[in-house]
């Protein structure tokens, strides 16, 4: 099934729809890479920066996303930076391409906003990590680190290969 066949969308999280994405887990050995969301919604509520949504393939529920939009901010800074903060797919959805859609869509969401160079994330290394994942879709060493994180960038003026 290609991509485009998934159907797959970014919605925004409301009253209905908070309990189910609270509720969804990556795999058990998966759960050292990230957040649960009920600790991401929790920080976005402090966060003005924060810009997230649930990732659904027709009307599933299948993931949630979070990214630090500094153009969020009032006043926002001159030059604004963006980075993923949290992307996790449920267990039950990996490995069907969801999340590389998902993402695409993500950085389409950045690339529209006409006002970022690049495209932060970071990773836990070790046996499982996303490395691969995000390197697969352009993202690229940056020689940081935030904390035990690697941070990766995804050039966004650039042609998408």
Known sequence: MS??????????????????????SVAEDQKGFVAPNAVSLAQ???APEAWYRAIYVGDELAGFVMLEDESLRRPPPDKPGVGVWRFMIDARFQRLGI????????????RSKGLFDTLELSYVPGPGCPEPFYLSLGFRHTGRSDGQEIVLELPLR???A
């Not at 999340?99 to 950045?110: D, E, K, N, Q």
């Open 3 to 24: 991509i485009a066949a998934l159907n797959v969308t970014l919605r925004e999280i409301t009253a209905e729809t908070v309990l189910p994405v609270v509720r969804l």
């Open 44 to 46: 976005a509520l402090f």
């Open 99 to 110: 999340g590389r859609a998902a993402l695409l869509g993500v950085i389409g969401h950045v």
């Open 158 to 160: 650039e042609t998408p």
